[in-house]
DNA sequence: TCTGGGGTCCTAGGACCC
DNA sequence: TCTGGGGTCCTAGGACCC
């Protein structure tokens, strides 16, 4: 019998972080409490990352700034993020599920999907296990999942949001028109900001209605998204669990500078900073990359990028770093800048990279070894004991964005 | 006391080649 | 000295996810 989960954790960010505090003595537990999970204004990143019930209750949103959770509830008690415990809950549970079934797909740091088709005959029925699972996480773990209970995972997703916390729900294609359809449009894996409205404007409002659409009608206004989500409107999706490790397709690393950028020398130095995380990254996970692109958003909150192939694949920070440069002067219309990104696609097996005809074979080798030593001293020591000089008495630091956590699951928007 | 950072995939238009 | 279509690569932008 076919048996795939879904389970996601309740408020993840602030359920482990209230269940940390609450293993260090502290009293209050935060989940009972209105709080949030919270980047930091003075840096403008003061957007909500995680909210408690109660908080949810007055109206709070996660990705809204916390201005505007304050003036919902001006007592709302603000945590900042702490990754590394996230990675750590989010490893031990996919331990547990483990247990059960080698095919674990890890979605996000919160969300899992599980296959546990005809295997029964280990640990019993599906819907017995799924509560096992849930009760032992919260037992041994200290903080709750939902789980959904499907035959694919679409339905098992949207049945995962049907109740929390703590809950079990089934969501099998008998009980799609009850369960699903009678949902706003916009609840439906795949409908978002932009999408939900103009489906508003087509006079479709519930899932149901989305399901019950000529389906070339919407091939027509959509295209391929169209029929996607019409096929997941009537709970067809048959895509497979994804066990082990997955072909990563880029490393981008993004961040908002704490002031207005107008200087192209500022810029230079956020861009270096970006390059020397990006580079760690494509290092450590021993790749080159072909394609480098960098994305400018301006302090008027408009977004545009830029991206080259290059000649030849690299991972090279210096190298990074010349065309982050090259591509920024093409690109940046001298507008204020508030954020900067550097991502590299069209990723390599960095092992069998091939010099172009007449390159500089020995200024290459010195490059190389320099981004080798450099990474060794950073991993040995801590990633700040080396830095450039360019970043000394400057206001930038010398390195953001995440350094790539060996367990950093995939992200991905596809199922 | 203003709006994050990490991803994936799709589409459209222009260049270029046959 | 006119008409053209198909295929692929490259780039920019947009949509979605957590």
Redesign the pocket.
Known sequence: MKAIFHI?VNS?YLSWEAMDRLKRGERLDLRKVPSVVA?????????I?AKSIPAKKYGIK???????A??KYNKLIVLPPNYGLYMGCSHAMNEIFKEYTPLVQR?????SFMDYSDMEHLFGEPLKVAHEIKDRIREELGFTVSIGVSTNKLLA?MGS?LKKPDAVVTLYPDEIERKMWPLPV?D?????????P?LHNMNIHTIGDLAKTDVEFLERVL???GV?IWRYANGIEDSKVLGGR????????????PYDVTEKEDAYLVLLS?CE??GM?LRAGGYTAR?V?IGI?T???F???????VDTPTNHTNTLYEYAKE?FD??WQKEAV??L?V?V??LEDAGVTQLTLFEDTEKYERGKRLDETIDRLRMKYHHTCVFRGSFANTKIKPL???V?EED?P?????L
Request: proline share 1%.
């Open positions: 996601d993840a980047g930091d204004p003075k840096k403008r990143n003061g957007i990352l996660t990705g809204e700034s916390l201005m505007e304050f003036q979605y996000s740091v919160d969300e997703k949001d916009e439906l894996f795949m409908v978002g900001r932009r999408t939900g103009k295209k391929s998204h996607m997955r072909e990563i397709k880029g490393i981008g690393n993004s961040t908002t500078i970006l995380t990006v990254r394609l692109s958003k302090s008027q909150f977004y545009y990028s830029h991206q080259r192939k591509l093409e690109a508030r954020h990104g991502r696609s069209e953001q964005g995440g790539g950093y995939m992200m991905s928007s596809l």
